[in-house]
């Protein structure tokens, strides 16, 4: 807009009245505001004095200024009052004429596509961001570009995972493995809880037990059996589930991974009420606050209990009342001395433990 203010003040200087009119007209299409729109006819007014001291020219310089605001500036005006602008429109505008006809990526179609790719990703439109951080990779914006897609994409599995569109998880997945941006065992568990989704729980776990097969890191191979220990749990498979949560455990033990044995002690504790075996049970439970105190839990008490209430909405009906039975067994340890024999057996060692 300032490069067509300067051509219009030297039109009018050549007394070129119908060029600076025809600059000033196309300064006015680019005004966002009407402060803008005041300065281009305020500002040319303030100059056209330094032009001429013949009078008729002055006069005729500022008639030609004084018709553009009637016109022109005041139906922008109107414009602008029915459009008010906006970042999103602005930029769209941007890459409208920096980006869309383009064959590379400059510096300046690669700032745009980033601040679109970002403004995208930080609204949740996440299709959208994934076209933007697409065009980058590769680009001077690497490496954002490849871990915003990358990002973007993992967002999207989970809402499609959420309402079980196995084939479009599978796709984005694909997308992602491609990137080299992730694993088999979140690919897997990915695909499995869109299946789960459609309650097609054996298929979600024979998705995971091939995974198994072919992970070759420890902390997947761990990962994906406590989810498929928790799916063979939920389907009563008590010792599918027992399989999958001791290799899982075993794993955990190996890494020194406190978190996780707490977790999969927990699992093994429901599998042991499930069973009936509350003394097992009540074992499970010590090792698990045990893990949680060696990884730094100031509260065991409160760990167990919140991922007992967890798994309290986990899947399964057994699993439930299973979870809620270690909750009672978490609580009476909590309390005070058991004095029911069996209980005592089982609950005592937890409630020492929990003391201490």
Same mark, same amino acid.
Not at 318 to 326: K, Y
């Given at each position: 807009?300032?490069?067509?203010?300067?051509?219009?003040?030297?039109?009018?200087?050549?007394?070129?009245?119908?060029?600076?009119?025809?600059?000033?007209?196309?300064?006015?299409?680019?005004?966002?505001?009407?402060?803008?729109?005041?300065?281009?006819?305020?500002?040319?007014?303030?100059?056209?004095?330094?032009?001429?001291?013949?009078?008729?020219?002055?006069?005729?310089?500022?008639?030609?200024?004084?018709?553009?605001?009637?016109?022109?500036?005041?139906?922008?005006?109107?414009?602008?009052?029915?459009?008010?602008?906006?970042?999103?429109?602005?930029?769209?505008?941007?890459?409208?004429?920096?980006?869309?006809?383009?064959?590379?990526?400059?510096?300046?179609?690669?700032?745009?596509?980033?601040?679109?790719?970002?403004?995208?990703?930080?609204?949740?439109?996440?299709?959208?961001?994934?076209?933007?951080?697409?065009?980058?990779?590769?680009?001077?914006?690497?490496?954002?570009?490849?871990?915003?897609?990358?990002?973007?994409?993992?967002?999207?599995?989970?809402?499609?995972?959420?309402?079980?569109?196995?084939?479009?998880?599978?796709?984005?997945?694909?997308?992602?493995?491609?990137?080299?941006?992730?694993?088999?065992?979140?690919?897997?568990?990915?695909?499995?809880?869109?299946?789960?989704?459609?309650?097609?729980?054996?298929?979600?776990?024979?998705?995971?037990?091939?995974?198994?097969?072919?992970?070759?890191?420890?902390?997947?191979?761990?990962? %994906?059996?406590? $989810?498929?220990?928790?799916? /063979?749990?939920?389907? #009563? &498979?008590?010792?599918? *589930?027992? !399989? @999958? =949560?001791? +290799?899982?455990?075993?794993?955990?033990?190996?890494?020194?991974?406190?978190?996780?044995?707490?977790? %999969?002690?927990? $699992?093994?504790?429901?599998? /042991?009420?499930?069973? #009936? &075996?509350?003394?097992? *049970?009540? !074992? @499970? =439970?010590? +090792?698990?606050?045990?893990?949680?105190?060696?990884?730094?839990?100031?509260?065991?008490?409160?760990? %167990?209990?919140?991922?007992?209430?967890?798994?309290?909405?986990?899947?399964?009906?057994?699993?439930?009342?299973? !979870?809620?039975?270690?909750?009672?067994?978490?609580?009476?340890?909590?309390?005070?001395?058991?004095?029911?024999?069996?209980?005592?057996?089982?609950?005592?060692?937890?409630?020492?433990?929990?003391?201490?």
């Amino acid at each position: 807009m300032t490069c067509l203010m300067a051509d219009a003040f030297a039109a009018f200087a050549r007394d070129d009245i119908d060029e600076a009119t025809e600059r000033l007209s196309r300064a006015t299409e680019l005004a966002t505001s009407r402060i803008e729109l005041r300065d281009i006819v305020e500002g040319m007014l303030l100059r056209l004095p330094l032009l001429s001291d013949d009078g008729v020219v002055a006069v005729a310089h500022e008639r030609a200024v004084q018709a553009l605001g009637a016109g022109p500036v005041r139906e922008r005006e109107q414009w602008l009052a029915r459009n008010p602008p906006s970042p999103e429109r602005e930029l769209a505008a941007a890459l409208a004429t920096h980006v869309d006809q383009a064959t590379t990526l400059g510096p300046i179609q690669t700032a745009l596509l980033a601040v679109r790719a970002r403004r995208d990703a930080h609204a949740g439109r996440r299709e959208a961001a994934v076209a933007a951080y697409q065009a980058l990779l590769g680009s001077s914006f690497e490496p954002e570009a490849t871990l915003g897609l990358t990002r973007a994409l993992r967002e999207m599995a989970e809402e499609q995972a959420a309402v079980g569109d196995v084939d479009h998880v599978r796709r984005l997945m694909e997308r992602m493995t491609a990137l080299e941006y992730t694993e088999p065992a979140e690919a897997a568990t990915a695909v499995a809880s869109a299946l789960e989704r459609n309650h097609r729980c054996h298929d979600a776990r024979e998705q995971l037990e091939a995974a198994i097969a072919m992970a070759t890191d420890d902390r997947e191979r761990a990962k %994906l059996h406590q $989810r498929a220990g928790g799916l /063979a749990l939920a389907q #009563d &498979d008590l010792d599918r *589930a027992s !399989a @999958h =949560l001791h +290799a899982a455990l075993e794993i955990a033990h190996e890494r020194e991974a406190h978190g996780r044995s707490g977790q %999969l002690q927990i $699992r093994m504790a429901l599998i /042991a009420i499930l069973r #009936d &075996d509350v003394t097992a *049970a009540g !074992a @499970h =439970l010590l +090792a698990a606050a045990r893990a949680w105190k060696e990884g730094g839990a100031v509260d065991p008490t409160a760990a %167990l209990n919140g991922e007992l209430h967890g798994l309290e909405r986990a899947r399964g009906a057994n699993v439930e009342r299973a !979870a809620r039975e270690a909750l009672r067994l978490v609580e009476l340890a909590a309390g005070a001395e058991v004095v029911d024999e069996d209980l005592a057996l089982a609950v005592n060692p937890l409630q020492r433990e929990l003391d201490g």
